[in-house]
């Protein structure tokens, strides 16, 4: 079974260096596929009360056997649940359908900026993050702007930054950014698939070079990086081969090629627009 790397936390925790998305998989079929990705190595994995799966992912913790405090579980808080109060209900209720008395991160789902409450909803996870129901907080989809807002009126940087991030969407202004402030950069849908990014010949060509598959390919760029990428197959074996990107490097030749499929994030949903409850 794979050893999963660890990255240092600007807190002073450890998260593993790749993780499991869910996304898109709902019920007593998710439940078995998150359990069997847990059972091969898996031990981040990225859920939200928006995904209408927490149950499913507390019900694979308990089918895998694997001890709670090896694991890294994400939640997020949905856009109808910021603001003041509501932010610790609706972390309550991710609680709830989890079966857990605390998950390790969770993260602000959208800034949803047309509602103003991403401010009070980020001081409440600080409180939430004091009383021992959150290890860690955290945002996703934020722009350096509104992560330099939060910390002016707090004094607390988020742990990380999910983001939507490939090659194709390189998101360099907000890596940029990160960095410095100790911010890990988490890539949501890394492997690109609305953009056909694992049917790029150059992508598959440095697949048959590597001798890797057009996935760990792409992973293996996000944490060469350091990146934090999270992704999800349907099928156990894609899920089982994503970690397997930690026994080969890309050269700097093939780095600086995938680099250049950016499209300067075009393909990128506008966090200032569009918004999710």
């Known amino acids: 079974m794979t050893e999963l790397p660890m990255l240092k936390l600007n807190d002073g925790g450890e998260i593993p260096a790749m993780g499991l998305g869910t996304s898109g998989h709902k019920g007593a079929d ?13 031990r ?17 913790v308990k089918d895998a056997g694997v001890d709670r405090s090896e694991l890294f579980i994400t939640t997020k808080i ?16 991710s609680l709830r359908r989890l079966d857990m008395d605390y998950v390790d991160l969770v993260l602000i789902h959208w800034p949803n900026p047309s509602r103003g409450l991403y401010l009070d909803t980020w001081r ?24 330099e807002e939060i910390h002016e009126a707090t004094g607390v940087w988020p742990v990380l930054n999910q983001i939507q991030l490939s090659p194709i969407i390189g998101q360099a202004q907000s890596r940029e950014f990160h960095e410095p402030h100790g911010i890990i950069t988490e890539a949501w849908r890394p ?12 992508v598959e060509n440095i ?11 792409v992973l293996r760029w996000a944490v060469q990086h350091g990146i934090l990428p999270i992704a999800v197959s349907s099928k156990r074996e894609r899920n089982k081969e994503n970690l397997n990107i930690f026994d080969f490097e890309l050269s ?14 075009r393909f990128a949903w506008d966090p200032m627009t569009h918004e999710e409850w």
């Open 30 to 42: 998710a439940a078995k596929l998150f359990a069997q990705a847990i059972e091969d190595g898996h």
């Open 44 to 60: 981040l994995i990225d859920t939200a009360a928006q995904y209408g799966n927490e149950a499913a992912v507390g019900q694979a």
């Open 78 to 93: 949905a856009g109808g649940d910021q603001g003041k109060g509501s932010t610790t209900s609706g972390l309550k209720e």
């Open 124 to 147: 409440e996870l600080i409180e939430l993050k004091d009383q021992g129901l959150t290890k860690h907080i955290g945002v996703s989809n934020f722009l350096p702007a509104q992560l």
């Open 191 to 202: 492997l690109g698939p609305k953009e056909n990014l694992l049917g790029q010949v150059l």
């Open 207 to 217: 697949a048959r070079e590597a001798g890797k598959s057009p996935a760990q390919v």
């Open 252 to 265: 700097d030749a093939q780095m600086r090629a995938l680099d250049l499929l950016d499209t300067a994030d």
